[in-house]
């Protein structure tokens, strides 16, 4: 089945350790996005991007970064400078285009212990 | 500048009718969405609108009215499932078509 597999679903870090999350699509997507959510609030884009080898900064990039080295893959790493990390995060990919209807991973919760 | 704007949080009976409205203003306007999301769930696409008028796919319908950058989604014949949070985003050509995210407006469904 086509999708969007988030990895890990739960995820706990220790102050001052980076953590990576994975983002694997086989939608053939173009482009790809991370969010981050908190609770009871909107989606906050970190960073996202539309073609290999090329990714931007979204609202709330401090803290993140990203790499895009094939088209199916987009990892997010949390890096220690994030200082408020706690959150859940999601995954999307879509198709660049005038209609980019978006579809999501199932999310992955960080916490920070 | 870009804002979308909607309630916080509704309640409505199970088995009524609900309409959860959404204002946006943007500069390069080039359709709007409509996602539900679970708590604790990654959100799932429910409608999309770029034309004005009223899209109907099943219990839900979504209208826009782009001269007065307003939608709405209205649900019908309430389920208990239907519980969650609705999503309105918004496409910006402006913004090389990233969408503008609206808050979500949480939806508690009564017996």
């Known amino acids: 089945d086509g999708g969007i597999t988030q990895s890990p679903k739960y995820l706990f870090r220790k102050e001052g350790q980076n953590v990576t999350l994975s983002c694997e699509q086989n939608?053939?997507?173009?482009?790809m996005y991370w969010y981050r959510q908190d609770p009871g609030q909107g989606l906050r884009l970190i960073y996202y991007s539309q073609i290999v080898n090329d990714f931007q900064k979204g609202d709330i990039a401090e803290g993140y970064s990203v790499s895009r080295e094939k088209k199916e893959s987009f990892p997010l790493t949390v890096t220690s400078a994030q200082k408020n990390p706690t959150a859940f995060y999601l995954c999307a990919s879509t198709q660049t285009g005038i209609r980019n209807t978006i579809y999501f991973g199932e999310g992955s919760w960080l916490t920070v212990v | 500048g870009q804002n979308i704007d909607q309630p916080t949080e509704m309640t409505a009976t199970e088995g009524a009718i609900v309409q959860i409205n959404c204002t946006y203003q943007?500069?390069?306007?080039?359709?709007l969405f409509w996602y539900q999301q679970h708590a604790g769930e990654a959100p799932t696409f429910l409608s999309y609108n770029v034309l004005d008028g009223l899209e109907e796919k099943g219990r839900f319908s979504s209208f826009l009215s782009r001269s007065k950058g307003y939608s709405y989604l209205l649900l019908k014949e309430l389920q208990m499932k239907d519980s969650a949070s609705y999503l309105c985003a918004v496409s910006d050509m402006d913004s090389n078509y990233q969408l503008i995210w609206g808050a979500g407006t949480k939806l508690i469904i009564k017996p």
């Open positions: 939608l053939n997507h173009d482009a």
């Open positions: 943007t500069s390069g306007f080039n359709g």
